[in-house]
């Protein structure tokens, strides 16, 4: 009889692991795409910086 139960609380012990494990899985998924995003709105805020530069150097060019 011990050892049937010490199965059955082993696999619960083993999915709660799991459970921990999924949790931890997630939190880091959001904070990845947290930081994807961040980046991509600060890539993007570089890219337009670059179009006005770019913009304004032809300008220039075109005046001379």
Known sequence: MFWPMF???LG???LAV??????????EAQRLGRQVTDSARRINR????LD??????ARSVDAL
């Open 52 to 57: 006005r530069a770019a913009e304004s150097a």
């Open 12 to 14: 619960f012990v083993g």
């Open 18 to 27: 799991l459970g921990v494990l999924a949790v931890r899985v997630f939190v």
């Open 7 to 9: 199965a059955v609380a």
């Open 46 to 49: 570089a890219a337009e910086d």
